[in-house]
């Protein structure tokens, strides 16, 4: 068995897996960057899945990884209106910001007080409905750990919205059936992003080699 053509799998998931960014990021360009950033990692290992419900759990999974370890994304939007980074606007979190067109909620907003790992645990839980089992694959934790992490975080939720935990939780459900539109092109998306990753990572590479030739030849003078 495979998982078939990447472009149909990323038709059937694009919609499902965009919300499930939005919900962990609360804005629209970092919740794109953040499905490019997830797709470009499962493409990258696209034959090794032996099906869709294979790369699906990966997808969740760099969804995840991406989210928790976004700060990089920051100090991409830093410099993206620097003339060095001009062509860098494909690589995900190398863009300017753009406002998000919907306000934020009152639940999105409080989202926003818990910590990467704790909002992804209870978005994966409340906000995709996933069973315990398959937040604690997609968050590499045990089913024990997710189940404390959601707690505390409902906990923390309900502090800031003036809820108890299950009145949260539910709050996060609903604002889950409100999803933002997908975005178009997708697929497009994620093989431009992934071409400008492979340009400017063999651009690195060529700075690199010149910088090293530089320093051979600065000691060569001297020494000469």
Do not use: C, N, Y
Request: no cysteine; net charge negative.
């Amino acid at each position: 068995m495979s998982a078939g053509s990447f472009e149909e799998f990323v038709a059937a998931v694009s919609t499902a897996s965009f919300r499930t960014a939005h919900l962990l990021t609360g804005e629209r360009r970092a919740a794109e960057d953040l499905q490019q950033e997830a797709l470009i990692a499962v493409h990258r290992r696209w034959d090794r899945f032996a099906d869709r419900t294979e790369a699906l759990t990966a997808v969740r999974r760099e969804l995840v990884a991406a989210h928790v370890g976004r700060r990089w994304s920051r100090v991409g939007e830093s410099f993206a209106h620097s003339p060095l980074f001009v062509g860098a606007a494909g690589v995900p979190g190398f863009a300017p910001a753009r406002p998000d067109p919907v306000p934020q909620d009152e639940t999105a907003a409080a989202l926003a007080h818990l910590s990467p790992v704790e909002r992804a645990a209870v978005v994966l839980r409340h906000g995709t409905g996933l069973p315990e089992d398959q937040a604690a694959d997609a968050l590499g934790a045990s089913a024990d750990d997710v189940r404390a992490l959601v707690e505390r975080a409902l906990d923390q939720l309900g502090e800031v919205l003036g809820v108890d935990g299950t009145q949260a939780a539910a709050r996060v459900r609903e604002l889950a059936a409100r999803p933002p539109a997908a975005p178009d092109g997708v697929h497009a998306r994620v093989l431009d992003g992934e071409r400008a990753q492979q340009r400017h990572r063999a651009g690195l590479i060529a700075l690199a080699g010149f910088l090293v030739l530089v320093v051979l030849l600065v000691l060569v003078l001297v020494t000469g």
